[in-house]
């Protein structure tokens, strides 16, 4: 495994502002610009695995935090743990960081088992939520506290390896100072720097920003995620905010219940979620149940005149699904995350979903979703006559909540619609996370 340097900070911030007709956060695997392994700082699948859980599960009496998890986090790699509160995430950056045993399975680094391992000899730095700096010695200190048991990495001595991480988390000429004489955001950086300083092999943050404000957990984020590039270190990330996890990751795991349900880049967890629950945990959605009809209830002009449509590459078949009373026009197949893609990243379904056929039959139950920004008023495909309940100005955008046939529907837009108004979506803005086959359907086909 690397060990760190603090030479070549100029990392560089690739973040800029891109168009994007999903509304995903920018990530350079989302906008195509990582074309080859490790650029941007992004490892490709071919990069040797840093951490690695093979079957472990961690149990509290009769409860599993952690339920056989098998998973790999390559170097170099910044990897985003993300779930609800209680999920797990947590317990399993403790398993890395050898704060908890596992019941079960292996935890290694680098292909070796570290499960017995003491923290003190796993080489990882670990950041926590509330900063935990010592108020009694000033931020220098705080900095070489790690110092103390072992040398500076690069041969330099223990000052210049202070000053050095201080420039690095943007924090120059501040060694002398009382960590209480920094604001919230500079303590962070405080306990970074302070994490980095012995040069580990790992990098651990347990929900670093949660405690800040919302403008200021923006700027770290960058910042963490940019001194992550420049030192090339692979680095777990515990959050329960989506947002965050979206906007900084290489990858991201999606736990629920002590189980991860999906591993992917961050544009394929936004797009094409493994889950129902991903669905719904990750960003706002449009959630549709149904069943397929027969074959000749949808329009040519609902289906474009075509028995297929293209997203991302793929080929999808446009499917009859009745939601309600009304027969909508959707995009099956080629997305769905039964395909693991180049990433060999998502994973088939979760423990609370159900089975997928790669043939969709008339009477198939069918659960769809469709983003807010997807949904556009006065549409000509799949319209549905709906009822605004209300809207929230949120600066860019407008999120209006509708009533359609019973259902809470969100929406994105500009500029608000009021009173009655009709929506429509593009068959292959429509992601199947959910498909259970039905014995003795007709086939659509």
């Not at 010695?137 to 070489?144: A, M």
């Not at 000052?159 to 000429?173: H, K, N, S, T, Y």
């Not at 996890?245 to 629920?256: E, N, Q, T």
Request: hydrophobic share 35%; proline share 6%.
């Amino acid at each position: 495994m690397r060990s760190v340097t603090t030479d070549g900070s100029g990392a560089r911030d690739d973040r800029e502002a891109h168009d994007d007709r999903d509304g995903a956060p920018y990530s350079p695997e989302a906008s195509g610009d990582a074309t080859t392994d490790g650029e941007f700082g992004r490892p490709g699948p071919n990069v040797p695995t840093a951490v690695e859980f093979d079957g472990v599960t961690k149990r509290y009496g009769e409860t599993a935090a952690v339920d056989s998890v098998d998973l790999a986090v390559r170097e170099g790699e910044f990897f985003t743990v993300v779930g609800p509160s209680g999920c797990g995430k947590t317990t399993m950056l403790r398993l890395v960081a050898g704060f908890e045993a596992p019941t079960d399975g292996r935890v290694r680094f680098g292909g070796s088992d570290v499960s017995g391992v003491p923290p003190e000899a796993r080489d990882v730095g670990v950041v926590f939520q509330n900063y935990a700096l010592f108020p009694h010695l000033t931020v220098g200190e705080n900095v070489g506290y790690g110092l103390r048991f072992s040398a500076p990495p690069g041969g330099v001595s223990r000052e210049e390896r202070i000053d050095a991480l201080l420039e690095l988390v943007d924090l120059p000429g501040t060694s002398g100072r009382d960590p209480d004489s920094l604001s919230g955001g500079q303590r962070q950086r405080v306990a970074i720097a302070r994490a980095l300083a012995p040069g580990p092999d790992v990098l651990l943050l347990d929900e670093p920003m949660s405690a800040l404000d919302a403008r200021l957990r923006e700027r770290l984020r960058l910042q963490v995620r940019s001194i992550q590039r420049s030192l090339g270190i692979t680095t777990v990330y515990v959050t329960h905010d989506q947002e965050e996890a979206l906007s900084v990751s290489d990858r991201v795991a999606v736990m629920r219940d002590g189980s991860v349900v999906q591993v992917a880049p961050p544009r394929t967890v936004y797009r094409r979620p493994a889950s129902r629950f991903v669905a719904e945990f990750v960003g706002d959605n449009n959630v549709f149940e149904g069943v397929v009809a027969a074959r000749g209830t949808v329009s040519a002009a609902e289906s474009e005149g075509g028995e297929t449509v293209n997203d991302d590459g793929d080929e999808q078949r446009v499917v009859p699904v009745a939601v309600h009373d009304t027969t909508l026009a959707i995009g099956f197949g080629g997305g769905s995350p039964e395909r693991a893609d180049d990433e060999g990243a998502a994973t088939a379904t979760d423990a609370h979903g159900t089975g997928w056929s790669s043939t969709p039959r008339a009477g198939d139950r069918v659960v769809f979703c469709v983003r807010p920004q997807h949904l556009q008023v006065d549409r000509a495909q799949n319209r549905l006559r709906a009822d605004v309940e209300g809207a929230e100005f949120l600066g860019e955008t407008t999120r209006v909540h509708l009533t359609w046939s019973g259902q809470q529907l969100v929406l994105s837009a500009e500029e608000p619609p009021a009173g009655a108004v009709t929506v429509g979506f593009d068959p292959r803005d429509a992601h199947v996370v959910e498909h259970t086959a039905t014995d003795g359907g007709a086939d659509t086909s």
